[in-house]
């Protein structure tokens, strides 16, 4: 059961009572929560293959809420499956757990990034993240890839206002080290762009084959 | 990454639909057009050119973030001289300056 959904559709909000987990088939997701202010915070950006709210199987209420960043193709799969596949095989139950600890592991990367990185370095590291996952997926096209997000939103993913994440960017383009073009993003020179955001690809815990094919 | 839309934070409120609905109609490119400004910027003699610009709903909105993000450069910059000039630079979408926000910082030795 696949649905089409729009872009900046909200999939699951905060404070809600999921009874499915939701598979991004195609299109580009994020989780975020909202100050009551009215400032966002994106903690994360979501891709085909990924179950974002995966915790609402045993986190009952929904503490963030995720929405889709571009028109998305997406599959819901009831609790009541998911538990009962878990329970017959325990190897997706593995690679379930595994799924929230590497969920786990970004959080602690991207939290590197919004309390010890500058901006240039934190929006270098992003850059080489979405690449990295893109290409772990075959979403890649050697070390180009679609990176359908705004400013604002890479500004609201990093902690950073709009224009200093356009600064940052021409700056990193200046360097030669990317070059960015009607959402697509391709990189100039990895090497490069790795150094500028510090990444180093363990958090993600891919097949070392992943970062050969962009490298 | 696409050149952008309004980052007022209002619009981002729980019930973002009139966001929502902006953004579809701007994504479909017919919704009323919204202003673009380009923001240089300057630390000391060394000058990055935006030649993207940002969409904002009207100056006060793109003065407002020139000012956040004359912060963030102070964050990621001030160490070392002892005298340093930044500044955003803003123009309009005819490309004429229209507001030069700066930040002067600046060390002495007292003794």
Not at chain 1, 127 to 146: F, Y
Not at chain 2, 72 to 84: F, I
Not at chain 2, 94 to 99: F, I, K, S
């Amino acid at each position: 059961m696949v649905k089409s959904v729009g872009a900046d559709q909200d999939i699951v909000r905060e404070g809600s009572r999921p009874t499915e987990c939701c598979l991004v088939v195609e299109g580009f997701a994020c989780r975020y929560k909202v100050t009551p202010g009215g400032r966002r915070q994106i903690f994360s950006f979501h891709l085909a293959g990924d179950i974002p709210d995966l915790q609402s199987l045993h986190l009952k209420v929904m503490d963030h809420s995720l929405t889709t960043l571009t028109p998305s193709q997406l599959a819901f799969i009831p609790h009541g499956s998911l538990a009962n596949l878990m329970r017959r095989c325990p190897r997706v139950a593995d690679v379930m757990w595994r799924d929230t600890l590497i969920d786990a592991a970004v959080f602690r990367e991207w939290m590197m990034g919004i309390g010890r990185r500058c901006a240039e370095t934190r929006i270098a590291h992003v850059l080489c993240e979405i690449l990295v996952r893109m290409s772990a997926v075959g979403l890649a096209n050697g070390r180009a890839c679609e990176l359908p997000v705004t400013q604002t939103e890479l500004g609201d993913a990093l902690g950073l206002s709009t224009v200093h994440v356009n600064r940052s960017l021409q700056e990193l383009r200046a360097k030669q080290l990317i070059s960015l073009k009607g959402g697509f993003l391709t990189v100039l020179n990895w090497e490069g762009l790795k150094e500028a955001g510090e990444f180093d690809p363990t958090y993600l815990h891919l097949d070392n084959q992943v970062e050969e094919r962009v490298a | 990454v696409s050149p952008d839309r309004s980052d007022d934070p209002r619009e981002h409120g729980r019930a973002g639909d009139g966001r929502r609905l902006r953004e579809r109609l701007r994504r479909l490119r017919i919704g009323p057009s919204v202003p673009r400004f380009y923001f240089d910027s300057l630390d000391g003699d060394f000058v990055i050119q935006d030649d993207e610009g940002i969409e904002f709903d009207g100056l006060e909105a793109a003065r407002d973030q020139a000012a956040t993000a004359l912060a963030e450069m102070a964050k990621d910059v001030l160490r070392g001289p002892t005298r340093r000039e930044l500044a955003i630079e803003i123009r309009d979408q005819d490309r004429n300056p229209v507001l030069k926000a700066s930040l002067i910082f600046e060390v002495q030795r007292l003794r």
